[in-house]
């Protein structure tokens, strides 16, 4: 053997060595073991979030909407946030590198249950939220933060998945969805469409009603049939899309330059567009829309959970909630926010009207199980997921 | 004199009879001289060291745990990583067209963006090295280089601006009266940052071989009564070979690796856009290390390629 090669081996065969080491690293299956806390002590002086644009704000984007300073002032927490633009970066980031390197995440109900069956999150002691009885009935232990009776976070705010459009090009005012998802729409070239795999529920909610051959009864639970018709509207409609938005800035900017005329948004986009004196409108269109619910969750490795527990009752306080609400346009999980926001404000968001918020399809996980008599025929996120690859093409 | 040599004052007075009553304690850096003194291989051993553990456990390190996780799965339901040895990732590239379009895709663009750019630098890299003066040719490759000291983000971010819709590009274009080209987002507009972006590392190893090509040959070669195509087929080609060859492996590497200018200028995806969403979104780590042995192996191919063709020497 000449000696560079001799050298060559010597380095590889370390390699492979370091290499076996991390196959011999088992990885740490996070499990929340230890019971929650009974008293809430002293702030640990630093709070690092994972959120959804526009639900930690310090008056940078608006010297308005600051719910940060107070807290940090009151607290002594100091506050700092990653924005994420999916739920999957969501769970993502709060597994990286084996979890805590965030104390808390503001998960929707499809990162959730991933977040809890993955013992990522801890069980809150629902005893120190303040004001957690004053929570909307239905947002107190739904199933996508309660399992087994046990609380995995507090609910902080929901909404719906609208259409947004342009109101000087898109004529006459749209009701549907179809001038997204038609193939024939007028405006393609300038559609928008989220960047999740989760967007697939939005062309099932448009089937379910448009196509009842296909006897869609919910978005997220899919037979392989049903979620092929579902790429299939979604395909065609990938030629007209003139770029799939994550961060919601992304969709600011995309409606704000012309490059896009209509899509689905969050009531945020919306809000920040007209704010800026766009002309854009968000509508519910007639099939109905997906939507979210989202929580504060906290992580089961969490380095500052006093901070934490401090942050979700500070979300929840009536003041906040209606700060944030007034913010991004969605609706506060505890409905004493309206008597700050004013009855108003509060019937346009249907907040406390029963039958909107059961006419949205909230994010939730797609399993194999269709949760149904049908038993185990849906398809996994990870087929959509797969399907999602394959629509952007 | 004891003290002009530094002998003790006993040993002075006896002509060194008596033993030194002291011995001159050695400094560290003394001892550590004398411990190497007469071993070249410990004194290349320790030289080595550093560079060693870059390239053996950092670089090679992590192109061997690359290789392993590309055989590993994913726990759905936890999203942690199963250590089961198996090829079920392949067999998903494999088996899903969309796998093998991303990744033509790239090599196409790869191989489109080489071809531009080396069209684009031959004549400049020609130019800076054979016909400007020499005075003026330390700005001109400053000009050439001085885009790489700015950040890349800050670059992409620029033309994503300069080509979206009623960018800078659509105004020109609509005061020359040739209408918006509306391009914004588009593949052409992936093509343009990336031969914009790779351009400097292409033109520099062709500058260098340029260069180095002795006025004499060329001499020659008229004086033989070659013509100056005939010169610049038979001699200047062949001796720029390698220096466009080493500017092709760069062109073409940074093109098969990029992920961020296609998401920011453009909307389809490339090899590197599916292993980010592997790795971040999709939680699969896997399977993003599956698909990145791709361009791995891509470019060990033409970097043997390259290297037979003497690009190495141009580096």
């Known amino acids: 053997m000449k000696r560079p090669a001799r050298i060559a081996a010597v380095i590889v065969a370390s390699a492979l060595l370091l290499a076996a080491g991390g196959v011999d690293s088992k990885p740490t299956h996070a499990r929340a073991s230890a019971s929650p806390p009974t008293k809430i002590g002293k702030g640990e002086g630093q709070l690092d979030l994972i959120a959804w644009d526009g639900y930690v704000e310090s008056g940078k984007n608006d010297p308005k909407a600051d719910w940060v300073t107070p807290f940090e002032q009151q607290t002594g927490c100091k506050v700092t946030v990653k924005f994420e633009p999916t739920s999957d970066d969501m769970v993502a980031a709060m597994r990286e590198g084996g979890g805590g390197a965030y104390d808390g995440v503001s998960a929707s109900g499809d990162a959730s249950n991933r977040l809890i069956a993955g013992g990522n999150v801890a069980v809150v002691n629902t005893k120190l939220i303040k004001g957690f009885s004053d929570i909307n009935k239905k947002l107190q232990s739904p199933p996508h933060n309660t399992v087994n009776g046990k609380h995995y976070g507090v609910s902080f705010m929901w909404g719906a998945n609208v259409l947004l459009y342009n109101t000087d090009v898109v004529k006459p005012a749209p009701t549907s969805w179809s001038v997204v998802f038609d193939p024939k729409s007028p405006y393609a070239g300038k559609l928008t469409a989220y960047d999740s795999p989760i967007y697939i ?25 049903q979620l092929a018709a579902a790429v299939a509207v979604l395909k065609p409609m990938a030629k007209g899309i003139a770029k ?33 004196g766009k002309p854009v409108r968000a509508i519910i269109p007639k099939e109905k829309v997906t939507g979210w619910a989202d929580t504060w969750m906290m992580s089961s490795k969490a380095k500052h959970p006093n901070c ?13 909630q209606a700060q944030v609400a007034a913010f991004v346009n969605y609706d506060p999980a505890n409905p004493k926010a309206c008597s700050i926001l004013g009855q108003a404000v509060c019937d346009g968001l249907h907040v406390t009207d029963p039958k909107y918020f059961a006419s949205i399809s909230f994010w939730k996980t797609p399993l194999s199980n269709c949760g149904d008599k049908r038993g185990n025929a849906c398809t996994d996120y990870s087929v959509w997921t797969q399907k999602w690859t394959e629509i952007k093409g | 004199m004891h003290r002009l040599l530094g002998v003790d004052a006993e040993v002075d007075r006896d002509q060194g009879l008596t033993k030194r009553t002291e011995p001159r304690t050695p400094t560290r850096r003394l ?78 663009f790869a191989a489109a963006v080489t071809v531009i750019d080396i069209m684009l630098a031959f004549p400049l890299a020609y130019y800076v090295a054979r016909i400007a003066r020499p005075k003026s040719r330390p700005v001109i490759l400053l000009l050439i280089v001085m885009p790489l000291w700015s950040s890349y983000l800050v670059r992409a971010f620029a033309w994503r601006t300069i080509l979206s819709h009623n960018g800078v590009l659509d105004w020109a274009t609509s005061k020359l009266g040739l209408g918006a080209i509306g391009i914004g987002y588009s593949d052409t507009a992936v093509l343009i940052v990336f031969c914009y972006l790779w351009l400097p590392f292409v033109i520099l190893p062709i500058y260098t071989a340029l260069e180095r090509i002795p006025s004499s040959l060329l001499e020659a070669s008229q004086d033989l009564g070659a013509k100056n195509a005939t010169t610049f087929r038979r001699v200047v080609l062949p001796l720029a070979k ?30 590197g856009n599916i292993v980010k969403d592997n790795v971040g979104a999709a939680n699969n780590a896997p399977f993003a290390a599956a698909y990145a042995l791709i361009p791995v192996a891509i470019m060990a191919v033409y970097l043997t390629v390259a290297r037979r063709m003497g690009a190495f020497e141009e580096l």
């Open chain 1, 201 to 225: 529920a939005d062309a099932a909610i448009y089937l379910k009603a448009t196509k009842p051959s296909l006897k869609i009864t919910d978005p997220y639970e899919l037979t392989p049939k």
């Open chain 1, 308 to 320: 934490m527990y401090k942050w979700m009752n500070w979300t929840l306080t009536p003041e906040v």
């Open chain 2, 242 to 271: 390698p220096g466009i060859v080493a500017g092709s492996i760069f062109s073409f590497a940074l093109t098969l690796g990029d992920y961020i200018a296609p998401s920011l200028v453009g909307k389809t995806q490339f090899i």
């Open chain 2, 31 to 108: 001892q550590l001289s004398a411990a190497l003194h007469g071993r070249p291989r410990l004194k290349l051993a320790l030289l080595l060291v550093p560079p060693i553990v870059w390239i053996g456990v950092i670089y090679l390190g992590s192109l061997t745990l690359l290789f392993a996780s590309a055989f590993w799965r994913v726990d759905e339901l936890s999203g942690t990583i199963v250590h089961d040895w198996g090829l079920q990732n392949f067999r998903t590239i494999w088996e899903n067209e969309i796998y093998h379009t991303v990744a033509f895709r790239t090599i196409k």
């Open chain 1, 244 to 276: 799939y938005w994550g961060l919601a800035g992304d969709e600011v900017d995309l409606f704000a330059n012309g490059s896009v005329v209509a899509g689905q948004a969050w009531p945020y986009q919306g809000v920040a567009l007209q704010r800026d």
